[in-house]
């Protein structure tokens, strides 16, 4: 079955610095890779998301990119702060037991600690 | 739009009992729920998925007659915890996605989560 690899486990930066969270996977039929945030206690939250039919996506401070030839993706955060502190989580589609509705497998997930 | 509720959002409960969990979507039909668990400072791991009027699939490992799921319409999916266990506390967290979005999945829509405690 599909596995989702996360790294890093932890991250510390200061703020304003940039942070990168890279995820592989090892189902070449994946073809959706969204990203989640979770803060402390609280349901993850859809950050950005990323479709096998393009490398890279942004949205403000947030950027996620894609390599489907060697099956990783990566979260890059810059100008973090403070507020962005959470956990982080990649996920890959899979497909579902229905016809034409796919799952997720989540990363093990990142834990980012922005400093001020 | 597209929101997901889910209730309780935590219960404490005895070893032995059972405990529901309901799930629903509020402004969208989902024909698909997904049932996740997530222990502390672990990942999200899928349960089983669950289909509007039909059975549920589960994942590899997961006890289908500890864990009853219960979809009996477009925007109610129900989890039930049987018998209970202290190793059954965790964080329960279903999910959701608005239909119609073609060829690759819709972005996948989280409810609050269940904390569980079994004493």
């Known amino acids: 079955g599909e596995n989702v690899e996360q790294h890093p486990s932890t991250l510390s930066v200061q703020e304003g610095d940039s942070a990168v969270i890279k995820c592989t996977y090892s189902?070449?039929?994946?073809?959706?890779f969204p990203w989640y945030k979770q803060e402390l206690g609280k349901r993850p939250q859809l950050i950005i998301d990323?479709?096998?039919?393009?490398g890279e996506k942004k949205d403000q401070r947030i950027a996620v990119t894609l390599n489907k030839t060697a099956k990783h993706f990566s979260l890059h955060i810059t100008e973090t702060q403070p507020e962005d502190s959470a956990v982080y989580f990649c996920?890959?589609?899979?497909?579902?037991?229905?016809?034409?509705?796919?799952?997720?497998?989540f990363g093990t997930g990142t834990r980012l600690l922005v400093s001020p | 739009g597209a929101v997901v509720s889910q209730h309780p959002s935590w219960v404490i409960c005895k070893s032995g009992t059972s405990v529901k969990i309901e799930c629903r979507s509020l402004d969208f039909q989902a024909t698909t729920m997904f049932w996740y668990r997530q222990f502390p400072k672990q990942s999200l791991m899928l349960m089983a998925t669950s289909n509007e009027g039909s059975k549920a699939t589960y994942e590899q490992g997961v006890e289908k007659d500890k864990f009853l799921i219960n979809h009996a319409s477009l925007t109610l999916s129900t989890l039930t915890v049987t018998s209970a266990h202290p190793e059954d506390s965790s964080f329960y967290i279903c999910?959701?996605?608005?239909?119609?979005?073609?060829?690759?999945?819709?972005?996948?829509?989280f409810g609050n989560g269940t904390r569980l405690t079994v004493t």
């Open positions: 189902d070449s039929a994946s073809n959706y």
């Open positions: 990323i479709r096998s039919n393009v």
């Open positions: 996920a890959a589609s899979i497909m579902g037991p229905y016809a034409g509705f796919q799952k997720l497998v």
């Open positions: 999910s959701a996605s608005p239909p119609g979005q073609g060829t690759y999945n819709s972005p996948l829509h």
